[in-house]
C-alpha cells in the first residue's frame, strides 16, 4: 500500500473564497471475493472503497473514527454519490484518492476519485457528507465540536 499527502488551496463553490483541502492516496489490489462470476467488481464495493479512503486519510491524518468516538462523537453518512465510469475485474490494481474539503458547517465533507493505478484511467468519482452526533444521546451537534477545532488548526491553519 502506497500513501501521499497533499494540502490545497481550492475556490468554494458556495461563496468563491479559498478553502483547504487534504488529500490522501493509497493503493490496492481488487480481491476475488469483490468479483461477481464474471470477473466484474459488484457496484456495492465501490462505496466500500471510498471507506478504505476515509479509514486510510483518518489514519494518516490522525482523525481516525476510534479518536472521534473517544471523543464521545460519532460521524454518520448522511448523503454518499458514486459515479461510475469504467468496470474494474478481480486483480486490477487501483488508486484511490481521498480528499477532505473544509466546511464552515458542522460536517465532514469528502470526494474521492479512483484510479487503474495501471492506466491511470478514471474508474469512479464520488462525494460523501458525514455530521457529527453526541454519541450518547445521538443528538445533531450544530457546531463545530472542539476535538474537530483543534485537528483544523493542526492541519489547515484555519481561523474558526
Known amino acids: ?7 490545497n488551496l481550492l475556490p468554494s463553490r458556495q461563496t468563491g473564497t ?3 483541502t487534504l488529500s490522501h492516496t493509497t493503493e490496492q489490489v481488487v480481491k476475488f471475493s469483490e468479483a461477481d ?3 466484474i467488481v459488484w457496484h456495492g464495493h465501490f462505496i466500500r472503497y471510498f471507506e478504505d479512503g476515509r479509514e486510510a486519510f483518518g489514519e494518516a491524518f490522525g482523525i481516525r473514527y476510534l479518536d472521534l468516538y473517544r471523543q464521545n462523537i460519532v460521524v454518520p453518512i ?12 478481480y486483480g486490477h490494481r487501483i488508486r484511490l484518492e481521498t480528499t477532505y474539503h473544509d466546511s464552515p458547517a458542522a460536517k465532514m465533507l469528502f470526494n474521492y476519485t479512483i484510479y487503474d493505478a495501471v492506466t491511470n484511467e478514471q474508474v469512479a ?4 457528507v458525514q455530521v457529527f452526533m453526541q454519541k450518547e444521546n445521538m443528538e445533531l451537534m450544530l457546531t463545530i465540536p472542539p476535538f474537530m477545532q483543534e ?3 493542526k492541519w489547515l491553519q484555519t481561523d474558526l
Do not use: A
Open 1 to 7: 500500500m502506497e500513501t501521499r499527502i497533499q494540502t
Open 18 to 20: 479559498l478553502r483547504k
Open 37 to 39: 462470476p464474471l470477473g
Open 78 to 89: 448522511v448523503k454518499i454519490n458514486c459515479e461510475y465510469k469504467r468496470i474494474l475485474r
Open 125 to 128: 468519482t464520488g462525494n460523501s
Open 151 to 153: 485537528w483544523k488548526q
